[in-house]
T-cell receptor, first 115, second 116 residues
Framework: KAGVTQTPRYLIKTRGQQVTLSCSPI?????VSWYQQTPGQGLQFLFE???????NKGNFPGRFSGRQFSNSRSEMNVSTLELGDSALYLC??????????????FGPGTRLTVL | AQTVTQSQPEMSVQEAETVTLSCTYD???????LFWYKQPPSRQMILVIR??????QNATENRFSVNFQKAAKSFSLKISDSQLGDTAMYFC?????????????FGKGTKLTVNP
């Protein structure tokens, strides 16, 4: 079974631009979570989507948004990019069953550099 | 809010030896899950081991085992017979069940180097 895939793997943008990152979960997984990884702050939870609905949200400004499609693929968008948004953005998928705590499996990440 | 602390930013071990990575966490919850993830230099985060707090038995996965001390809120990872491929960042993570909507809270990580 194919793992979590993320595109693109690398991205360079300038301040003020916006960016869209994509994540395709493992087949059969309905939950997709996004994390930001930086040397200073470590790994921080952005948000989680299940059945096209945001179920959980981390403490990030409104410039960070996401969505999920009917095939469980997810995108995250960052508008008005700032230098501090440079990070590795990781996507993780899980079965997302309501009465179960399912393990999250991670993709390879998208390395975003903001100049 | 839950917090996870990994007190060893870097560690090194000789190939074939055993190493233990420390993790402590803070929570008022009684039911939760703990994980160790490995992130090799290639950046793909890989699940190493998972522990349910309600289980007293420590989880094991081949050369990897944990020492889960619930009262002390401690969750250490032991790697036996270390291999060069074990070189990676290791992250301890906490998850509180929220009816399907869980999020992982990570520690800052421990960089492990296995030397030949």
């Amino acid at each position: 079974k194919a793992g979590v895939t993320q595109t693109p793997r690398y991205l360079i943008k300038t301040r003020g631009q916006q960016v869209t990152l994509s994540c395709s979960p493992i087949s059969g997984h309905r939950s997709v979570s996004w994390y930001q990884q930086t040397p200073g702050q470590g790994l921080q939870f952005l948000f989680e989507y299940f059945s096209e609905t945001q179920r959980n949200k981390g403490n990030f400004p409104g410039r960070f948004s996401g969505r999920q499609f009917s095939n469980s693929r997810s995108e995250m968008n960052v508008s008005t990019l700032e230098l501090g948004d440079s990070a590795l953005y990781l996507c993780a998928s899980s079965l997302g069953r309501e009465r179960s705590t399912d393990t999250q499996y991670f993709g390879p990440g998208t390395r975003l550099t903001v100049l | 809010a839950q917090t996870v602390t990994q007190s060893q930013p870097e560690m090194s071990v000789q190939e074939a030896e055993t190493v233990t990575l420390s993790c402590t966490y803070d929570t008022s919850e009684s039911n939760y899950y703990l994980f160790w993830y490995k992130q090799p230099p290639s950046r793909q985060m890989i699940l190493v081991i998972r522990q349910e707090a309600y289980k007293q038995q420590n989880a094991t996965e081949n050369r990897f085992s944990v020492n889960f001390q619930k009262a002390a809120k401690s969750f250490s990872l032991k790697i036996s017979d270390s291999q060069l491929g074990d070189t990676a960042m290791y992250f301890c993570a906490f998850m509180k069940p929220q009816g399907g909507s869980e999020k992982l809270v990570f520690g800052k990580g421990t960089k492990l180097t296995v030397n030949p």
